[in-house]
């Protein structure tokens, strides 16, 4: 008897744990048996039967901690539901690990039971693939067990961060087996299992020189200029604020920051958050037109922005999108990869002393603190002692404690926050989806994010997109609070709304039953099945107290923010209302 399957497995496991997984997220399967006990023993494990929440819990505590975590299920179908979590890896750049389990090569294309080819499934939405084969006691066989390990890691971060796949064989018998004494491998074995995984170390990306040159040289012909960034990884953050700080210092330029680039919040520097809004003006974007735009992380959230920059005004641009291209619209100057923090911090350091505040970006500091005066003019115009769509955003951030996290959804959760809440001092980090921008596992991704994270979570998502993972609440039910699960419930894709296509008349009908799809149902059932705490809430004060309540109690809660109708309306009224008010303190005496 031998027992080479749970030695293989457990080889295979620590490995993972050397190379720096910390956390699995396995899915209850049996051909997974020995995998499953084997992670069970050297990492902080979570058991999720949905193979595809689980995958985005796992994704989600990548997204938050910048570390791989372990996703195992079953053979057949299990791990195909592990591809849009894979799909956002690959487009975000987060890493993840995904171990399946499968049959023996000789059951392969025969109608085995619960078997099917999961060789490669990924395709190119996984960074690599590693096929673990069948337990085999060569001793070379076993000695590629941990260098695969460490490789299969390495692999989810270099030389680009995304999904990795690995796909593991086993024979029966998948349970431990008293080794009879038939085990002539195992002091082989032992010695490659105490000598662990090897270290695999990348190199470390530094900015090419003539990328720095570049920048100076660009920068230094273009005084009246703009630094604009969109979504950006949440543990890059201390890294990124200290050098875009000291590169908007050096430059004189303006910081046009959304909430997904980590720099809205906590930077003391020439900021601006509401050029979204002030864009929708021609004359101000005649008067803001800058002589050189640098974009950084993945294209703006910002509609506004990227119609300007498609369109035949488009300013001069440069793009520092990370390790890998981003200008979907063409037209860039410039795109000067690798590190965002160092190429700016390089930059900065030659630009010398800052130049003289220029008349630039006080015409963008007076139209932006005319923007939100006007907003918060016009939202307290608007107010009705009912719960707004636009309300929402503001009570929740001034709700988050220091140090507190928001995952914000798409669809129009991520641009409220744009829209709704200013810049300010308070440090916040945002998690966010914008790889592929879809509205799925959201529920699940913020509770793998809650079990890395020390101090409270709060998502703010959709009711679609709330339904959509209604899975993710068996993730949620598997965590600690705090965690707040706040669901802006407008009944449906209130989004296609704001789109051309809802504001067609003649299409009014075919928006609200085609795309709108709204469904009138309620959350309470849901959560109660969970074990979830819960509020159904239709008031400002009521939102805030609920808040108060999830935010300090040890089960997440889902709170149903029941918001008044007509919010695309008030929407288009308010960002109107800034524009003008931008517009209109270009005009008035300085
Ligand atoms: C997985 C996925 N399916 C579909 C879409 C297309 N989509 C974008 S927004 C949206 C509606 C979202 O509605 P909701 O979450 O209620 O937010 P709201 O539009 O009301 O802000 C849909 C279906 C998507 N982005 N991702």
Partial sequence: MSDLHTAWARL????????????????????????????????????????????????????????????????GTAPGHWLPAAMEAREA????????????????????????????????????????????????????????????????RYPLAGAVHVNARFRKPL???????????RPRYDAIAKAGAPRLIPPRPAPAPEAVALLVETVRAAPRG??????????????????VARFVKASGYVLLAEATSQLRFGLETRM????????R????????HPDLAIEIGAPAVSGQWLAWISGVDAPARIVLPGERPADPVGGARAMLLGPIAALLEAAAAELEAPPPASRYAETWRTAEAAAWTARQRAAAGRATGALHEHEVAPILCAALPAGGVL??????????????????????????????AGIDGLIAGAAGARTVLEGPLTVLLGDV???????????????????????????????????????????????????????????????????????????????????NEALAADRPMLIEARVAAGGSAARAALLAAMAKAGAAALDAPR
């Fill in 12 to 75: 295979f496991a620590r490995s993972l744990a050397h190379s720096g997984v910390g956390h699995a997220v396995i899915s209850p399967g049996s051909r997974s048996t020995p995998l499953a006990l084997a992670l069970a023993r050297v990492l902080a494990v979570t058991v999720l039967h949905d193979e595809r929440a689980a995958a985005f819990f796992a994704l989600g505590q990548g997204r938050a901690s910048g570390r791989p975590s372990v996703v195992l299920a079953t053979s």
């Fill in 93 to 156: 750049g987060i890493p993840l690990l995904l171990l399946s389990a499968d049959r023996p090569w000789e059951v392969q294309d025969a109608q085995a039971s619960q078997t099917t080819d999961q060789t490669r499934l990924f395709g190119s939405n996984a960074r690599a693939f590693f096929d673990l084969g069948v337990p085999d006691p060569h001793p070379a066989a076993l000695a590629a067990v941990p260098r695969i390990a460490a490789q299969a890691v390495l692999a989810t």
């Fill in 175 to 185: 349970e431990p087996q008293p080794s009879g004494g038939d085990e002539p491998w």
């Fill in 226 to 243: 703009v630094v604009v960034a969109g979504p950006l990884p949440a543990p890059d953050a201390p890294a990124l604020r200290k050098a």
């Fill in 272 to 279: 601006v958050g509401a050029f979204d809004a002030l864009l």
């Fill in 281 to 288: 003006a021609p004359e101000l974007r005649a008067a803001l």
């Fill in 407 to 436: 995952m914000v959804g798409n669809s129009n959760p991520v641009r409220d926050l744009d829209h709704d809440v200013p810049p300010g001092p308070t440090p916040l980090a945002v998690l966010h989806q914008r790889g592929a």
């Fill in 465 to 547: 997109a709330a339904l959509h993972d209604a899975g993710g609440l068996a993730a949620a039910a598997a965590v600690k609070g705090p965690l707040a699960i706040v669901v802006i419930h407008n009944d449906g894709g209130r989004i296609f709304e704001r789109l051309p296509l809802g504001r067609d008349p003649a299409l009014a009908e075919d928006c609200e039953t085609l795309f709108v799809a709204g469904h009138g149902r309620a959350f309470d059932g849901l959560a109660a099945t969970f074990g979830l705490g819960y509020a159904r809430v239709d008031t400002p004060d009521a939102l805030g107290g609920a808040l």
